[in-house]
């Protein structure tokens, strides 16, 4: 979970994640992967508020699969339980 992380996103902000410390800048890439179209949404545009605007949106793993291969993300979103292919 991050931690200290406000909506007013401005240079970089620190937080913590499974006790390792990172940094979150607003020129990170985003996946955003789930089948359920208001999730996804609802995400992403929580992520704009915040500040991020590379944002790369799937609704399966196979398509999210495709972005990667094209395209390498800095941060995924992704819901553990998918159809076809999951993370369990």
Do not use: H
């Amino acid at each position: 979970m991050v931690k200290d992380l406000n909506p007013q996103l401005t240079g970089v902000k620190k937080g913590k994640f499974m006790e390792k410390t990172f940094e979150l800048s607003s020129s990170m890439s985003f996946l955003v992967i789930d089948d359920n179209e208001g999730y996804r949404i609802s995400v992403s545009s929580s992520l704009r508020n915040l500040g991020f605007w590379d944002i790369q949106i799937a609704s399966t793993s196979m398509q999210a699969l495709k972005i990667l291969r094209a395209t390498p993300v800095d941060l995924i979103i992704c819901e553990r339980s998918m159809p076809v292919v999951d993370g369990a």
